[in-house]
């Protein structure tokens, strides 16, 4: 029997449950609903953020478990910035059930990742999802003319690390979606449709947005538009990185990336429409495809 179970076994107890996030930009965070703050794992688990969670629904066979923790927003662990620019989707979350009078009599409850989160009156909500919420997802291939794969990963195979394939810059002006950048890069215009921009530094720094529209304007300068408008924007003279894109055409893998090899796409299966086509009386039957 573990130090936790004989402390449990033992009638009287002294428990609380602590959780450790861990963002994907590397920043570990500690809570506990104890009282007083608890320290194990090189980690402070901070007591004074009004952090609790519901118990976890454990299912059986494949089935997701699930759970959620609630809490208030607080500028010194969670703030609420850091939670409209993505910093935690998709963090990982590792909950134990301790001994607060001897911390190292614990055990872990539950691990998972952070998916939904809702925001109201200076509070939050945020789904917990078990580790077999990764199996919940479809993992075959899509029959469409445009390329399956995202442009750098391990099925594409593009190396966006080159200097050619991405630039630094600068920000201008911030119009909602549309972004006006100063760069030295000679790139021609449309090279960063639909590709990306990395906030290198100020209060959206790690933040990661997609480009739908790139426009030379001269004299160094470019206008992108983004996907959809950053929820905080970034401040003039804050340096970003940009990353070509690619449009999922095989004429654009070929041409531009030189990496037809790798395309997965079906540019050549007939779509819908080819089943309304009929031969015609002025057209040329001569048992060939109808075009």
């Known amino acids: ?20 996030i861990r963002r994907r930009d590397g920043v570990r965070l500690g809570f506990t609903d104890h009282d007083e703050a608890l320290s194990f794992d090189g980690l402070m688990f901070a007591a004074d953020t009004g952090l609790g969670a519901r118990a976890v629904d454990r299912r059986l066979g494949m089935a997701v478990d699930n ?15 850091d939670i409209i620019l993505g910093r935690f989707d998709g963090a990982e979350v590792t909950s134990w059930l301790v001994n607060w009078r001897a911390p190292e009599m614990r055990k872990i409850i539950f691990r998972g990742t952070i998916g939904e989160i809702h925001r109201e009156d200076g509070a939050f909500r945020a789904e917990l999802r078990s580790l077999s919420a990764a199996l919940d997802k479809s993992i075959v291939r899509t029959v469409q003319p445009l390329c399956g794969a995202r442009l750098g990963d391990e099925r594409c195979g ?24 100063l760069t ?9 449709t639909r590709g990306l921009m990395v906030v290198g530094n100020g209060r959206c720094a790690g933040v990661t947005a997609g480009i739908s529209l790139d426009r ?13 408008a950053m929820p905080v924007e970034p401040e003039p003279g804050d340096q970003v990185t940009l990353v070509v894109g690619c449009d999922g ?16 796409g079906f540019p050549h299966v007939p779509g819908d429409d080819w089943r309304m086509r009929v031969p015609r009386s002025g057209g040329v039957n001569d048992g060939g495809a109808l075009r």
């Open 1 to 20: 029997m573990t130090g936790i179970e004989e402390h449990l076994a033992g009638g009287v107890t002294t428990l609380c449950r602590a959780w450790e």
């Open 249 to 264: 055409t095989e004429e654009t893998c070929a041409g531009k990336f030189a990496n037809l090899l790798n395309f997965r």
């Open 158 to 181: 593009v190396d966006l690390g080159q200097d050619s394939r991405r630039v630094a810059a600068q920000i201008g002006a911030v119009r909602g979606a549309e972004i006006d950048v």
């Open 67 to 81: 759970s959620e923790v609630v809490g208030a927003i607080s500028d010194a662990a969670l703030r609420e910035e």
């Open 184 to 192: 030295d890069a000679t790139a021609e215009a449309g090279a960063f």
């Open 216 to 228: 030379r304007a001269g004299d160094g300068r470019r206008t992108l538009v983004l996907e959809t």
